[in-house]
């Protein structure tokens, strides 16, 4: 088979252009709260046409190898997702190429680590390596259509 990915530690380097990854890794902006907390500020940017709503998302946890047999993306708007639990999990992005994903690339995202997937990028559904599989998704909640989904003709099958 020669869809197989090897997915790689999630960094801000190897998803730019596709997502940016929200975290507290090095040191916070400033201090408030009397200098008791640091505040790692404007991590991401929402990009979204109409309301942005901030939603929990539960899903049953995924294993590896993980076979992938579609992708989605959300042309009216950014879509971040918040891990709201310990626990890796999987994030596969891709670039367009005539309105289809192509060269997905697969990360392995840890506790503390969000994604903002950007307006109109191929990705993967949802997949927590852990239950509960806890997410807040902060995302376009307005009416109408913002989902587009592809399917492969043949399934990725993705490894650690």
């Not at 929200?22 to 505040?39: E, H, L, M, V, Y």
């Not at 918040?82 to 992005?93: C, K, S």
């Not at 307006?119 to 997410?135: K, Q």
């Amino acid at each position: 088979m020669n869809n197989v990915l090897t997915a790689t530690t999630i960094n801000s380097d190897a998803i730019a252009g596709l997502a940016e990854l929200i975290d507290a890794s090095d040191t916070p902006d400033k201090f408030i709260n009397q200098g008791r907390c640091g505040r790692f500020h404007d991590r991401a940017t929402l990009d979204v046409d109409g309301r942005v709503g901030v939603s929990v998302f539960q899903s049953t946890s995924f294993s590896m190898p993980f076979k992938m047999e579609m992708m989605e993306r959300h042309p009216l708007g950014s879509q971040a997702f918040l891990p709201m639990q310990e626990g890796e999990y999987l994030v596969v992005l891709a670039e367009d190429k005539d309105g289809a994903p192509v060269a997905p690339r697969a990360f392995i995202a840890g506790p503390g680590q969000g994604v903002n997937i950007g307006r109109n990028v191929w990705h993967g559904v949802l997949c927590p390596l852990s239950d509960p599989g806890l997410f807040m998704v902060v995302d376009r909640v307005s009416e109408g259509p913002n989902l587009e989904e592809h399917w492969f003709d043949e399934p990725f099958i993705i490894e650690r």
